[in-house]
C-alpha cells in the first residue's frame, strides 16, 4: 500500500499491534528542499488498508511502538543546523509523544539536546528511550549515546551516558534490562565503530563490545538470550556476554531492520547503497541465505514480523520529484534453497515471496 498525503512522504518504522494491524511512522514533505516536515502515523488493518491517519507538524520521526493497554508511544525529534567558526553546531531535542487508540494525543515530554533514535515501553509500565546528546562544538566528542528511563507519564527517572559514540537502536531485553547499539558517529561510520552495550535493569553496564563493522542499525534478541544486528554491509550474531558469534558480509547492503524467523534464523530487510533498491532476505540460524529478493524504485527501513510473513516499510518514488510512504506485506517459500551471496537483482531465484499488500492510495 502507497500513502501520500503530500508531494513526498516516507515510513521509516512499522510495528505490530494487537488486532492483527499494523501502526507504521514516517515523515512527510509538502515541498522536497526546504519544506517544513511533518510526522506521519498510519494505523492499518491486517493487510495494510488505512484505519486512520495522523500527523504532526514540525517534528521528525524516530521509533513507535503498540503500549500494553492498546495506545502507542512514540519517539521523535526535531533539530536545527548552524556553522560557527566554520564548525557545524547541530542542536534540538526529542520528544515522547503518548496517543490512544485512536492515534489522539494524551501528553508530550520534551528531552531537551537529544536526538532519539528509539523508544520502548518497559515493564513497570514506564518507557526507555535511546539515542545521541549533540555536544557542543569544540568539545571533545561529537556526540555521547544515552539511554533515559521514564515514568509512565514520560517524565524522566534516571539516565546513563556514554562519551564519544552515537545510539541508533535500543531494545528492553527479557531479563528487563536494555541493550544499545550505534557507532562511533552519526556522520562517519569506519570499520571497527560500532558496538553494543548491554544494561541492567537499573542502568549499569553489563558489557561493552566494539565488533569489526561500521555501524549498527537494528537488533533483536533471540529467544536463547543472543543478539542479531544488521548495519552497513555486514549482520551479525553475538551471545548474551556481546562475544561475536558469526558475522557475514552484505556487498553494498545497508540492512536498516533486522527480525526472527519463526522456524529459526533471521530476516534482513533495507537498502542497496548502490542501486538505491529496497531488499530483503532470510537466512538461517548461521547466516546463510536462504531466500531474497528486491524492490525496484523502493526503499525500505523498517520491517515487523507478521502472522504468517512480514511486514516492510519505506518510500516508494513516485517521479523524481514525488515519493509515497509504502507497506507490503511478505511470506516466504515454504522449503527454500539456500541462495547465492547478496548483490541480488529484482527477484532473485528461490525467493518465492508474495506480495500480500499490493496497489496505491492518493489523498490530498
Given at each position: 500500500?502507497?500513502?501520500?498525503?503530500?508531494?513526498?512522504?516516507?515510513?521509516?518504522?512499522?510495528?505490530?499491534?494487537?488486532?492483527?494491524?499494523?501502526?507504521?511512522?514516517?515523515?512527510?514533505?509538502?515541498?522536497?528542499?526546504?519544506?517544513?516536515?511533518?510526522?506521519?502515523?498510519?494505523?492499518?488493518?491486517?493487510?495494510?488498508?488505512?484505519?486512520?491517519?495522523?500527523?504532526?507538524?514540525?517534528?521528525?520521526?524516530?521509533?513507535?511502538?503498540?503500549?500494553?493497554?492498546?495506545?502507542?508511544?512514540?519517539?521523535?525529534?526535531?533539530?536545527?543546523?548552524?556553522?560557527?567558526?566554520?564548525?557545524?553546531?547541530?542542536?534540538?531535542?526529542?520528544?515522547?509523544?503518548?496517543?490512544?487508540?485512536?492515534?489522539?494525543?494524551?501528553?508530550?515530554?520534551?528531552?531537551?539536546?537529544?536526538?532519539?533514535?528509539?523508544?520502548?515501553?518497559?515493564?513497570?509500565?514506564?518507557?526507555?528511550?535511546?539515542?545521541?546528546?549533540?555536544?557542543?562544538?569544540?568539545?571533545?566528542?561529537?556526540?555521547?549515546?544515552?539511554?533515559?528511563?521514564?515514568?509512565?507519564?514520560?517524565?524522566?527517572?534516571?539516565?546513563?551516558?556514554?562519551?564519544?559514540?552515537?545510539?541508533?537502536?535500543?531494545?528492553?531485553?527479557?531479563?528487563?534490562?536494555?541493550?544499545?547499539?550505534?557507532?562511533?558517529?552519526?556522520?562517519?561510520?569506519?570499520?571497527?565503530?560500532?558496538?553494543?552495550?548491554?544494561?541492567?535493569?537499573?542502568?549499569?553496564?553489563?558489557?561493552?563490545?566494539?565488533?569489526?563493522?561500521?555501524?549498527?542499525?537494528?537488533?533483536?534478541?533471540?529467544?536463547?538470550?543472543?543478539?542479531?544486528?544488521?548495519?552497513?554491509?555486514?549482520?551479525?550474531?553475538?551471545?548474551?556476554?556481546?562475544?561475536?558469534?558469526?558475522?557475514?558480509?552484505?556487498?553494498?547492503?545497508?540492512?536498516y531492520a533486522v527480525e526472527l524467523r519463526p522456524s529459526g534464523g533471521y530476516v534482513v530487510a533495507g537498502t542497496d547503497a548502490r542501486s538505491g533498491e529496497g531488499f530483503v532476505f532470510g537466512t538461517d540460524g548461521d547466516g546463510t541465505i536462504l531466500?531474497?529478493?528486491?524492490?525496484?524504485?523502493?526503499?525500505?527501513?523498517?520491517?515487523?514480523?507478521?502472522?504468517?510473513?512480514?511486514?516492510?516499510?519505506?518510500?516508494?518514488?513516485?517521479?523524481?520529484?514525488?515519493?509515497?510512504?509504502?507497506?507490503?506485506?511478505?511470506?516466504?517459500?515454504?522449503?527454500?534453497?539456500?541462495?547465492?551471496?547478496?548483490?541480488?537483482?529484482?527477484?532473485?531465484?528461490?525467493?518465492?515471496?508474495?506480495?500480500?499488500?499490493?496497489?496505491?492510495?492518493?489523498?490530498?
Open positions: 500500500m502507497t500513502f501520500a498525503p503530500e508531494n513526498n512522504n516516507k515510513f521509516d518504522a512499522v510495528a505490530p499491534t494487537a488486532d492483527g494491524g499494523f501502526i507504521a511512522l514516517g515523515s512527510t514533505l509538502a515541498e522536497k528542499y526546504g519544506g517544513s516536515e511533518s510526522l506521519l502515523l498510519v494505523k492499518t488493518d491486517g493487510r495494510g488498508n488505512e484505519t486512520w491517519t495522523v500527523t504532526m507538524p514540525e517534528i521528525a520521526p524516530a521509533s513507535v511502538a503498540e503500549t500494553d493497554d492498546g495506545g502507542y508511544i512514540i519517539g521523535a525529534y526535531n533539530m536545527s543546523t548552524t556553522v560557527v567558526d566554520q564548525d557545524f553546531n547541530y542542536q534540538g531535542s526529542s520528544f515522547l509523544i503518548r496517543t490512544n487508540a485512536a492515534g489522539e494525543e494524551e501528553w508530550r515530554q520534551v528531552i531537551p539536546g537529544m536526538k532519539v533514535s528509539s523508544v520502548e515501553e518497559t515493564a513497570d509500565g514506564g518507557y526507555a528511550a535511546i539515542g545521541w546528546l549533540w555536544n557542543p562544538p569544540e568539545s571533545e566528542n561529537e556526540t555521547t549515546a544515552v539511554i533515559v528511563k521514564t515514568d509512565g507519564d514520560g517524565t524522566p527517572a534516571w539516565n546513563r551516558t556514554f562519551p564519544g559514540i552515537s545510539a541508533n537502536v535500543g531494545t528492553v531485553t527479557a531479563d528487563g534490562g536494555y541493550v544499545l547499539g550505534g557507532t562511533k558517529s552519526p556522520f562517519t561510520y569506519d570499520i571497527g565503530d560500532a558496538f553494543l552495550i548491554r544494561l541492567d535493569a537499573d542502568g549499569n553496564t553489563l558489557w561493552h563490545e566494539n565488533y569489526q563493522v561500521p555501524v549498527i542499525f537494528d537488533v533483536k534478541e533471540t529467544d536463547d538470550g543472543r543478539f542479531v544486528y544488521a548495519g552497513n554491509y555486514w549482520y551479525g550474531l553475538v551471545d548474551g556476554d556481546g562475544k561475536e558469534v558469526w558475522l557475514r558480509n552484505m556487498e553494498g547492503l545497508t540492512g531466500w531474497d529478493t528486491a524492490f525496484t524504485a523502493t526503499g525500505i527501513y523498517g520491517a515487523a514480523s507478521a502472522p504468517g510473513g512480514y511486514t516492510l516499510a519505506g518510500i516508494r518514488f513516485l517521479s523524481p520529484d514525488t515519493s509515497a510512504a509504502w507497506l507490503a506485506g511478505i511470506t516466504e517459500a515454504v522449503s527454500p534453497a539456500p541462495t547465492a551471496a547478496p548483490g541480488f537483482g529484482a527477484a532473485a531465484a528461490g525467493a518465492a515471496l508474495l506480495l500480500l499488500l499490493a496497489g496505491r492510495r492518493r489523498r490530498g
